[in-house]
């Protein structure tokens, strides 16, 4: 692999999103374009609207999902090479939601890797992450500041589990926010080895946890909280619900209750409280500050780019302590939204 400073750059940034001059296509477009290839089927990566999609076979029903039945998606496996306009394109997996991949570019002699959203933790709703060597590696910097390293994901779901103990022992409903898409499957399965407890489910999350369990993710059993019969007492049950809900109405049928919050921001306590949650866990779908200083440097990569989140501090120490050629990139992307 090799780069050449005269030579136009794989990946440049447009109006319309990342955009891959040399095959006329972009990646994660934030505007409707002819072509998108796409990392995953979070919303700020998959948006609606373009003319053709390209993603992977385990992303499929989840892109469906989120870009409606007349979306043309066309899919392929991880590893599986497609040459458009010239550039071999190759998915391989980010580690982050189910069918999450990084994006592999190959043009002549040089090769560029988009990562999307990716993290380095084992999760059992999604294949590990792959280290793809390359010549320019786009990454995330969404937790890219010292502070931010995660704790064993086992150790977090039995922290769940206590928690929703207590409750159940004090006749209180446990509602945990997270993410409807990755971070709810997430839960569901880790908490399946230390437990097999019915847990209720936001009607957004159950929707996702289906296709999960169409693709084989073995998980807790749910139930939807629209199914349940009226009058039905939650004393004592966890409910997982998408942060959007918290203080809606949606939250009166619950009685007595406590609220955690399952994000990567819950490492820094003081978010906890401004936001108002009774418990926060530490649990992220992204790398934490160690895994994206080990990828940069497990790519091989003689230049980085880093996208949302703290680009400009991960930039700074790939230049001043590792030596790699690293500069912020500016994007829409929102990374783990606080919100």
Avoid at 97 to 121: C, F, H, M, N, T
Wanted: hydrophobic share 35%.
């Amino acid at each position: 692999m090799a780069r050449s400073a005269t030579r136009q750059p794989l990946v440049t940034v447009t109006p319309e999103g990342l955009y891959c001059p040399q095959g006329d296509f972009h990646i994660d477009a934030w505007r409707p374009v002819s072509r998108t290839l796409i990392t995953h089927a979070h919303g700020d990566h998959a948006r609606w609207g373009s003319q053709q999609y390209l993603g992977t076979q385990p992303s499929r029903g989840l892109l469906r999902k989120r870009l409606g039945a007349d979306a043309d998606i066309t899919t392929l496996d991880y590893g599986e090479c497609l040459t458009i306009g010239g550039v071999t394109v190759s998915f391989h997996p980010a580690g982050h939601v189910l069918g999450s991949a990084q994006i592999r570019l190959e043009y002549k002699d040089e090769v560029w890797v988009v990562s999307g959203d990716y993290k380095r933790d084992a999760d059992p709703t999604c294949q590990p992450f792959e280290v793809v060597p390359c010549d320019t590696f786009i990454t995330e910097a969404t937790f890219g500041l010292p502070i931010y390293r995660w704790d064993d994901t086992r150790r977090v779901a039995e922290e769940v589990l206590r928690w929703w103990d207590a409750n159940r022992e004090a006749g209180r409903a446990s509602v945990l926010f997270c993410y409807a898409l990755g971070k709810a499957q997430r839960l569901l399965a880790e908490l399946a080895r230390v437990t097999d407890r019915e847990v209720f489910v936001h009607g957004a999350t159950h929707a996702l946890v289906e296709l999960y369990r169409e693709a084989g993710v073995p998980m807790l059993p749910t139930r939807p909280v629209s199914e349940a019969e009226k009058g039905t007492s939650y004393a004592g049950a966890l409910v997982l619900a998408p942060p959007s809900a918290a203080g809606s109405t949606w939250m009166r049928r619950f009685g007595e209750h406590e609220t955690g919050f399952a994000s990567g921001w819950m490492r820094v306590r003081g978010n906890r409280r401004r936001r108002g949650y009774d418990r926060g866990f530490v649990l992220s779908d992204h790398a934490d500050w160690p895994g994206l200083l080990r990828t940069a440097k497990e790519t091989g990569a003689s230049r980085v780019l880093a996208t949302h989140g703290s680009s400009d501090t991960l930039s700074r120490y790939l230049r001043e302590n590792l030596g790699i050629d690293a500069a912020p990139l500016a994007t829409p992307f929102e990374g783990e939204a606080e919100d």
